[in-house]
């Protein structure tokens, strides 16, 4: 018995996205939670999920899960905001696992950062479309404004390595110009790839808009749900075994050179798998 829970506490932690972004995710994951295993899945084959469908979304994210599921993990984090915004409550409803988002963590920790109580945010298409931050944040705190804007073009741009550029300068001000105008006092960066250019974001708004990266406060709640259901990992695995595992669906060798970029320690490697098999 005693064994078996230990199996289970040694389990890793499955964490997806459409491609590179959740990264943003699993860094914070790294970061808080050391002891934690953890089996990173990038859709990179049909990046971008934040111009599609809330059907495919929630189909490529049913296959994940169920890749994930076969790597025997104990619990998913949803690191995309638009599969959380447009898949979670379906997978929940299918998963006998804890599976969390990182949708309401980031909307949880605006409203705590919030003084004047109104708060902007950025994210996808598909993000802004579903409506579930400014819905969330509504319902749980009345008192509480929310204008959200679509910054389609963040994503390339982060992903050309264009973090600190004056395109993305001119752009992000094109985007904003409209949240500084009515005087937010905080701001979700609601897509993965946003905190990678938080500090052109923050130039823009200025000292006095609070950014929330929802990353943070996901590893925060995953810790605290570990916590609860007993299933924290009690001790950093021994050096040499695999800490850390990443698949992707396609381009591993690109995949691994961003996430080199990003993460604080060189990957091994990225495995390649077909998730249309699952
Ligand atoms: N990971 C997505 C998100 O957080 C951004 C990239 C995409 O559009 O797939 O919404």
Redesign the pocket.
């Known amino acids: 018995m005693m064994k078996e829970k230990n199996l289970l506490c040694n389990a890793p932690v499955g964490v997806f996205?459409?491609?590179v972004?959740?990264l943003t995710v699993a860094r914070e994951i790294m970061r808080q939670l050391p002891n934690e295993r953890i089996v990173y899945f990038g859709d990179t084959a049909r990046?971008?999920?934040?111009?599609k469908s809330r059907e495919t979304v929630t189909r490529f994210s049913r296959q994940i899960v169920r890749f994930l599921q076969l790597q025997e993990v104990k619990a998913i984090v949803v690191?995309?905001?638009?599969?959380s915004a447009y898949a979670l409550d379906e997978l929940e409803k299918e998963t006998d696992i804890p599976i969390i988002g990182?949708v309401k963590p980031g909307a949880r920790a605006a409203i705590d950062a919030t003084h004047n109580g109104k708060i902007g945010v950025i994210?996808?298409e598909?993000?802004i479309s579903s409506g579930i931050y400014k819905r969330y944040i509504e319902k749980t705190d009345t008192g509480v404004s929310v204008v959200e804007k679509a910054c389609p073009l963040f994503?390339p741009l982060v992903e050309e390595g264009l973090w600190e550029d004056p395109v993305t300068d001119e752009i992000a001000r094109r985007y904003l110009s409209g949240l500084i105008d009515i005087d937010i006092d905080t701001l979700i960066l609601?897509?993965?790839?946003y905190p990678l250019i938080r500090s052109t974001v923050g130039k823009i708004m200025g000292e006095k808009v609070t950014l929330v990266n929802p990353a943070y406060e996901t590893a925060r709640e995953l810790k605290g749900l570990l916590e609860k259901e007993g299933l924290e990992s009690e001790k950093r695995p021994e050096l040499g075994t695999e800490l850390y595992r990443f698949f992707v669906s396609d381009a591993a060798d690109k995949f691994q050179k961003f996430a080199n970029s990003i993460l604080p320690y060189g990957i091994l490697s990225a495995k390649a798998v077909n998730i249309e098999e699952y």
């Open positions: 996205d459409s491609g972004g959740g990046v971008p999920y934040g111009s690191a995309c905001n638009t599969a990182v994210a996808t598909a993000t994503v609601g897509c993965t790839h």
